[in-house]
């Protein structure tokens, strides 16, 4: 299947980052190569692009979409919870400007065997790197009652946590679930009838809690994006696409951190704690897709844009 992915939110992320021409940008998501594409068109020769992206099907898809900006482009296969060593590997030390756009690719919804979707049926998997060894198969065999309980409470966000935790054990002891029909096939019969009637789909919580789990999506975006502000040069700009709550309370409360990291009681006159800004907020409030992108991608619907520019 050919790797599409249509870039949500992309006239206000490029907007975000004043691009400057000469200056030095990361795509820490590179997928199809979409925030890149209008980024590169943007550089002049002494510009350049650094993309990262742990899919294999995105790199070779992005690679083929940005091949006539190939002069000013370095893309490598990475997570970019490893930005800065990739980075220092290739001479750079600092850039202008960071795009994230996370979340799954319409082309990993998209492609079942993929095992990201509800929508049909496929091998558990759910792997973003296809080189790691664990699926989401091991997750939901693997896990304890317990386990599972506290992923899709936290990071599903369901309600019937407790019940869907409690059927998938009692299923997996007859035998082991292999595919995502199988997994779905359980979840409805943890929820009530008149639930599934009026709700979503119901197994979207509970796929959304094991691949995020499964890739450590929320550890390696808290984990990294201190390091990314720190790659700023002046004036530099971070924007960060998310698609869930627990995603943007992240980026929200670190955004925050860096621009006001004093520790001091709110009592103390003056700030004696020593930690200085990073830079300013400039988003206070999230920037949302607009009626005419809602209208043609649905999947923009949960999308909300931050942005954050060093001092």
Known sequence: ?????????????????????????????L???GHSYEICKRLSDKGRLIGIDQDAAAIEAATERLREFKDKVTIIRSNYCEMKQQLNSIGVTSVDGIVLDLG??????????RGFTYREDAPLDMRMDQRQTRTAKDIVNGYSEKELYGIIRDYGEDKFAKNIAKHIVRARQEKPLETTGELINVIKAAIPMKVRAVGGHPAKRTFQAIRIELNNELGVLTDSLDTMIDLLNPKGRICIITFHSLED?????????NENPCTCPREFPVCVCGNKSKGT????KPIL???????????????????????
């Open 1 to 29: 299947m050919e790797f599409s992915h249509r870039s949500v939110l992309l006239d206000e992320t490029i907007a975000g980052l004043e691009i400057k021409p000469d200056g030095i940008y990361v795509d820490g998501t």
């Open 31 to 33: 997928g199809g190569g």
């Open 104 to 113: 799954v690719s319409s082309y990993q919804l998209d492609t079942a065997d």
């Open 249 to 257: 309370r992240i980026v929200k409360n670190s955004f925050r951190k």
């Open 281 to 284: 907020v400039i988003t206070r």
């Open 289 to 311: 897709p607009g009626e005419t992108e809602l209208m043609e991608n649905k999947r923009s619907k949960s999308a909300k844009l931050r942005i954050f520019e060093r001092e």
